[in-house]
């Protein structure tokens, strides 16, 4: 006799297959949630930084690298070009304005010299003949004025004698007439004698003034080819440090070559490079500080290099008070340079959550501190340390200011201890 049996409901088949039904639909429901927003994430606060906003005093500023140079550079080039004979001095050498650096060695220049010198004393020897010469014809002018003045003399002797005799009768009128014609012919010759004698005075003048002019710029010219000749042993133009010396013997430098540099010991400068998006916030008078030594000193701009090269321009910084002891040429400064005067601001010091957020919004934590949540915020200037809050905060909230690189979408975060 056969038995009926109850057949079962759910089978371990369709279980499994139920169970593989549910699972799916929980993953689409995760998906969903996840993809619509308000998730939230765990979070140590080991792991975070969490900072209160505060009113404070804030200024704006921006870092920049400095350098330490000497306060004056003096630049060495060649002034004339030649072969170098001989070091005078090394590359770090203390040195007095004219103490000798390098000798070189130009044979061309030191030709032109002799040459130069040569046209010298020919032309001094022709300015002594033309002298001698001029000096002979003026004698011998004078000699024929005195010839002719002793004439007048004795025409104008014999025409007074004559004049008398004639009023007496002692002699014709054709006696009279003779002396008289004698008599003016020589005063005639005295005046043509005393014109010739000023002509001749003022051509001497003239010639002498033209060859002692042509002499001057003879000479001037030999004293300007023995300072380009002196000028082949380099010397230090002030007191100071010889550095970057580039010269060997045996080398050829070619006239405007750079050869070194003169660094003047008397101070320091410091040159900074800054970013060209700044050039037109930056102008003389602006400061900046630094630490050194566990010390803070501060630092004034005297000069702005308006040329751009790479992205970057340079300015010159002084130091407003002492400069730091122990500071040497070359040294590395990091420098907080002021861009606006010190004001009252709310703020919130620098983080990661800049690079996600753009200053746009933050993760503020609740009052109990169990939780933080995203808040619109409006970010002002910035400095080294503290961003400026315009709106959003408030005085004594907490905010958290490290990365959020690893939140995602995340809207809620849960602290935990």
Known sequence: ????????????????????????????????????????????????????????????????????????????????????????????????????????????????????????????????????????????????????ESGLIEAKRVYDLNSRLYEK?????????????????????????????????????????????????????????????????????VDGQLTSLDAEIGQSKNKGERLGQIDVLSGFKVRADIDEHYISRIYT???????????????????????????RFQVDMQFSENVPEGIRRGQTLQIRLALSDEKQALLIPKGGFFQQTGGNWIFKVSEDGNTAYKVDITLGSQNTEYYEVLSGLQPGDKVITSSYDNYGDVEELILKD
């Open 169 to 237: 009768g002692a002699i014709g009128r054709q006696d009279l007439i003779k002396a008289q014609n004698e008599y003016d012919y020589q005063k005639e010759r005295m005046q043509l004698s005393k014109q010739i004698l000023s002509q001749d005075s003022i051509a001497v003048k003239q010639e002498k003034g033209q060859v002692q002019s042509s002499y001057a710029r003879t000479q001037n010219a030999l004293e300007l080819m023995r300072r380009k000749v002196a000028d082949l042993v380099v010397k230090a133009p």
């Open 1 to 148: 006799m056969d038995i009926l049996l109850e057949k079962k409901r759910f089978s371990t088949k369709n279980l499994l297959l139920i169970g593989g039904i549910f699972l799916l639909l929980a993953l689409i429901v995760f998906v969903i949630l996840s993809s619509m927003g308000g998730s939230k994430l765990n979070v140590e606060k080991e792991r975070i930084s969490i900072n209160a906003a505060e009113q404070g005093v804030f200024q704006e500023n921006i870092p920049v690298n400095g350098i330490v140079l000497p306060i004056t550079t003096i630049y060495l080039d060649a002034l004339e070009g030649g072969r170098v004979e001989e070091k005078l001095a090394e590359d770090g050498a203390v040195l007095k304005k004219g103490d000798p650096i390098l000798r070189l060695s130009n044979t061309d220049l030191e030709l032109s010299l002799i040459n130069q010198e040569t046209q010298v004393y020919n032309l001094l020897t022709q300015m002594q003949i033309s002298q001698n010469v001029a000096l002979q014809n003026t004698i011998n002018k004078l000699n024929q004025y005195t010839d002719v």
């Open 285 to 311: 008078g602006q400061t900046g500080s630094f630490s050194f030594d566990g010390k803070s000193f501060e630092l004034s701009i005297n000069k702005v290099y308006t040329q751009v090269t790479n992205g």
